[in-house]
């Protein structure tokens, strides 16, 4: 599968035999679709047993994806957050709460709703660790699926009934 690796580097030195100059180039391969400079030159046919370039710029960075889902008033929204591929390192990640209403609901209210007081478990839920103050995770290497809790506040005995209420992650 496609693995982002991020930026990787190697060097080209060239020697002047009967001198003591040298001089580097640095190159870099990225696999986040950038294309970077094209060579001066078209590049040669490859040799036998070379791999074929790709036609674009090949772009292995991770998608990312979070479930949506129902929750009654008082319980955790666990969301389910699902990467593309898994990094080849760890990555940082940051994760933000908001509101929207769509169609019957109506905005979800930050405190009297439900609080950013999250929560995310790297293991399927057997620990779980908040994030830094600006929201910030870091997801371990090879993860591919992570899950952010996020509480919500029941309703004081007596309240009235509010319909559908919708945050995201």
Do not use: C, H
Not at 6 to 23: R, V
Not at 38 to 46: D, H, K, Q
Not at 60 to 70: G, K
Not at 97 to 125: E, I, N, R
Request: hydrophobic share 35%.
């Amino acid at each position: 599968g496609k693995v982002y690796e991020g930026p990787e580097t190697f060097t080209l030195t060239a020697s002047i035999d009967s001198s003591s100059q040298t001089a580097t180039g640095v190159a870099t391969i990225s696999d986040d679709g950038s294309a970077g400079t094209p060579p001066p030159v078209p590049a040669p046919t490859p040799l036998p047993g070379d791999p074929t370039p790709p036609a674009v710029p090949v772009d292995d960075r991770s998608n990312v994806s979070v479930s949506s889902l129902t929750v009654s008033e008082g319980f955790q929204a666990v969301f389910t957050v699902t990467l593309g591929s898994a990094a080849a390192t760890s990555m940082p990640m940051t994760l933000s709460l908001g509101s929207t209403a769509s169609g019957s609901d109506v905005d979800a209210t930050l405190a009297s709703d439900y609080t950013s007081k999250m929560q995310v478990s790297f293991d399927g839920g057997a620990t779980w660790v908040q994030p830094n103050a600006s929201g910030q995770v870091t997801v371990p290497l090879g993860t591919t699926t992570y899950y952010v809790s996020v509480p919500t506040v029941a309703d004081e005995p007596g309240k009235v009934y509010e319909g559908p209420e919708t945050f995201t992650l």
